[in-house]
């Protein structure tokens, strides 16, 4: 008879479980960790059962937290297993139907270990019920192959100037490789994804980006219409719609390719979805002010002022911006999040519990 055990980090608290059949039972301990991260003493761990591990493990907490609180010694005030369990419990359950967007890039895509535990939040976020709608960058990719075939680019008010050929270039990155890197590694995690490009289907709907600084951003393109319709069918069925943001123009000038910022088109979807959430995967802790402190939350108006102050600036603008533009149109909560921190995703969609605000450590939230 063999006993097995696994551990997994949730809310900075390891939760271990352990199966022993010689005693026919099964049991929870607990301790404090560092990070977002799941652990096996299994010889071969995949990544689809580390995802499965993490969703059982939610699954299973709230039923047994709620046996343990019976005792009048183990009340949630009192016990941190019990509290973290109860915050999870209350995030899935408001979650569950919703919709949750995702613009995935940066260190989170390129480091190995981030890209396969953000993979595992999505195959575990599907299994709780959540409906996730991933959109994805690519520009170091973009970067190494416009690189290879010697072709000039250049970023004007964090957006890149997308001449003829970089376009070309990055449609071929993003619709081919990158696009179906990450769908398949949703579908090894155990979750189920389809890779699509705004161009199918005509899913993303573009005009000429008009800069307001007056900067000629030649084909980046300013999403006019989102087909909603294709993505909700794809959601009905269970899948995890994966968009390379290039997309199409419109009426006569249908043909026409255009590079679309990947916030920009997260943000949009969002926003046309009437999403849950929508969150903004970067680089950095989230909005810092000028002494470089994170702000944890700011509304719109308090947006504009640190945009207009330059306190917000470069690639910071779209993030922000279209945070805001998205919460307008009826998202929740918009979270600009530092996808440097292990399972990011899942550490701020269920962090905040029911209330849906986010760990309150993981970056910015923007609200009305």
């Known amino acids: 008879m063999r006993t097995g055990s696994t551990c997994v980090t949730l809310l900075g608290l390891s939760i271990a479980a352990v199966w022993s059949p010689a005693v026919h039972g099964f049991g929870f301990g607990f301790g404090f960790g560092f990070g977002f991260g799941t652990t096996s003493t299994s010889t071969s761990t995949s990544t689809r059962r580390n995802a499965n591990t993490i969703t059982n493990t939610i699954r299973k907490t709230h039923h047994t937290i709620i046996k343990m609180t019976s005792d009048s010694d183990l009340d949630s005030a009192s016990n941190p297993f019990a509290k973290a369990a109860l915050t999870i419990a209350s995030a899935a359950d408001a979650l569950r139907g919703e919709i949750v967007v995702v613009k995935y890039g940066g260190n989170a895509m390129t480091s190995p270990e981030l890209a396969q535990g953000f993979?595992?939040?999505?195959?575990?976020?599907?299994?709780?019920?959540?409906?996730?709608?991933?959109?994805?960058?690519?520009?170091?990719?973009?970067?190494?192959?416009?690189?290879?075939?010697?072709?000039?680019?250049?970023?004007?008010?964090?957006?890149?100037?997308?001449?003829?050929?970089?376009?070309?270039?990055?449609?071929?990155?993003?619709?081919?490789?990158?696009?179906?890197?990450?769908?398949?590694?949703?579908?090894?995690?155990?979750g189920r994804a389809i890779g699509l490009s705004g161009r199918d289907d005509d899913l993303l709907q573009c005009t000429k980006q008009i800069d307001p600084n007056g900067y000629d951003l030649e084909f980046v393109g300013k999403v006019e219409v989102v087909n909603t319709d294709l993505l909700t069918s794809l959601l009905d069925m269970g899948l995890t719609p994966v968009v390379s943001p290039i997309g199409c123009g419109m009426g006569p000038d249908h043909s026409t390719c255009y590079n679309v910022n990947a916030d920009v088109a997260a943000g949009r979807i969002a926003g046309e979805l009437k999403a849950n959430r929508v969150l903004f995967l970067t680089d950095i802790a989230g909005v810092l002010n000028k002494q470089m402190e994170l702000l944890d939350s700011l509304n719109v108006d308090q947006v504009k002022g640190l945009i207009d102050d330059e306190t917000i600036t470069g690639g910071m603008i779209p993030k922000v911006t279209y945070a805001t533009d998205a919460v307008k149109l009826g998202v929740k909560g918009a979270f600009i999040t530092d996808g440097r921190v292990p399972h990011a995703l899942l550490n701020e969609v269920l962090g905040g519990g029911g209330s849906g605000l986010g760990s309150g450590k993981g970056g910015t939230i923007v609200t009305l």
Do not use: T
């Open 119 to 190: 993979c595992e939040d999505v195959a575990a976020l599907q299994k709780l019920g959540v409906r996730v709608v991933v959109v994805h960058g690519g520009g170091p990719q973009i970067n190494r192959m416009l690189d290879r075939v010697g072709v000039e680019s250049r970023f004007e008010g964090g957006m890149r100037v997308s001449s003829k050929e970089v376009v070309e270039v990055a449609e071929m990155v993003l619709c081919a490789s990158v696009n179906k890197n990450i769908a398949s590694a949703i579908c090894g995690a155990g």
